[in-house]
């Protein structure tokens, strides 16, 4: 007999089953907290405010959360009017406007998680350098490659026990800011502050010039972090929430 048949028709489907034991703040809040201020925020907005200016990086930012904003929408009126199980954003618009529709967006969506993967892995390395820059930078990638396939591997309940590790991390390092700010240590004399930038580019490309939505293309995953608790709609107790 297969393991099915002793299932619900609600449990096969996945709208319920013991799987589902992360409520709001471990599966919604912290996932997508974690990747707002993740990679971008601290190798890539200092070069985002260099390159497109004070008023241009607002102007980014702006955009940015716009479209994040309007999504949110989207999808909250969607989640709120379907019998939301496993499957996350594919499982919301396959519902809601049709498996086609649904497979366009679910293909791509998965194969924007590997590749963000990769980023993860890229930013975790140039962190690790410059603090050990004497180690061998395909070492460092593979370790953290392998530790990343390591945790999601094992169980889910260690990744949330690894992103509660990691959210605590990042809030030392938000206080150790906002203390440094307050003690005067991170005071640098500016001469001259640029509303709109010149786009000079960047170190790697040796300054060849960049672009207004080239910049934006680089800060954009740092707004799409409000899709990391709907990937886990199959784990979440009330997805609906």
């Given at each position: 007999?297969?393991?099915?048949?002793?299932?619900?028709?609600?449990?096969?489907?996945?709208?319920?089953?013991?799987?589902?034991?992360?409520?709001?703040?471990?599966?919604?809040?912290?996932?997508?907290?974690?990747?707002?201020?993740?990679?971008?925020?601290?190798?890539?907005?200092?070069?985002?405010?260099?390159?497109?200016?004070?008023?241009?990086?607002?102007?980014?930012?702006?955009?940015?959360?716009?479209?994040?904003?309007?999504?949110?929408?989207?999808?909250?009126?969607?989640?709120?009017?379907?019998?939301?199980?496993?499957?996350?954003?594919?499982?919301?618009?396959?519902?809601?406007?049709?498996?086609?529709?649904g497979g366009a967006l679910g293909i791509p969506r998965y194969l924007s998680q590997a590749l963000a993967v990769t980023m993860y892995v890229f930013g975790f390395r140039e962190g690790w350098l410059w603090v050990f820059p004497g180690h061998s930078p395909l070492l460092v990638d593979i370790v953290g490659f392998v530790g990343l396939y390591a945790v999601a591997y094992l169980s889910l309940d260690l990744a949330i026990k690894v992103q509660y590790l990691i959210m605590a991390v990042i809030a030392v390092s938000l206080v150790s800011i906002g203390v440094a700010a307050y003690q005067g240590s991170m005071v640098i004399p500016i001469q001259d502050v640029q509303m709109w930038g010149s786009f000079p580019g960047s170190i790697e490309n040796g300054f060849s010039g960049t672009s207004f939505w080239m910049v934006f293309a680089v800060f954009f995953p740092a707004a799409t972090g409000i899709m990391a608790g709907a990937n886990l709609s199959g784990d979440l107790k009330n997805p609906r929430r």
């Open positions: 007999m297969p393991r099915s048949a002793s299932k619900s028709p609600r449990e096969v489907l996945g709208f319920a089953g013991p799987g589902r034991r992360l409520g709001t703040f471990g599966g919604v809040f912290t996932p997508t907290l974690l990747t707002i201020l993740g990679v971008i925020m601290y190798l890539r907005e200092g070069w985002v405010i260099g390159n497109a200016g004070l008023f241009g990086g607002f102007l980014i930012i702006l955009i940015a959360y716009g479209i994040t904003a309007t999504t949110g929408l989207a999808m909250s009126s969607m989640t709120t009017n379907i019998r939301l199980g496993a499957g996350g954003a594919y499982a919301i618009v396959a519902q809601s406007l049709g498996l086609e529709i």
